[in-house]
């Protein structure tokens, strides 16, 4: 199994709060697959945990590096859409 990467720009005017951390840990354990989100640079964390994602203390306009773990380039793709839009606020 590959590792697709790309990057989410935190477009929330409240950075990454609970709302959208809630968001993303409900659709990484509805897909099923391992999903690792951070500050480029620093160690990232699995993005089931909302108390790991509250923990990487993202702000407005800050980029995110997020890894999804499959072959399936449009799985990923999707993924990262969706969480692209629960960023927006």
Do not use: C, W, Y
């Amino acid at each position: 199994m590959s590792t697709i990467t790309t990057t989410v720009t935190i477009e929330d005017p409240i950075g990454l709060h609970a709302r959208p951390a809630g968001q993303i840990v409900k659709l990484v354990k509805e897909s099923g697959l391992t999903v690792r989100m951070g500050k480029a640079g620093e160690e990232l964390v699995l993005a089931n945990s909302p108390l790991r994602m509250m923990a990487l203390k993202a702000k407005t306009g800050e980029q995110l590096v997020v890894e999804v773990d499959t072959d399936d380039q449009g799985v990923a793709d999707a993924l990262f859409a969706q969480i692209q839009d629960f960023l927006k606020g």
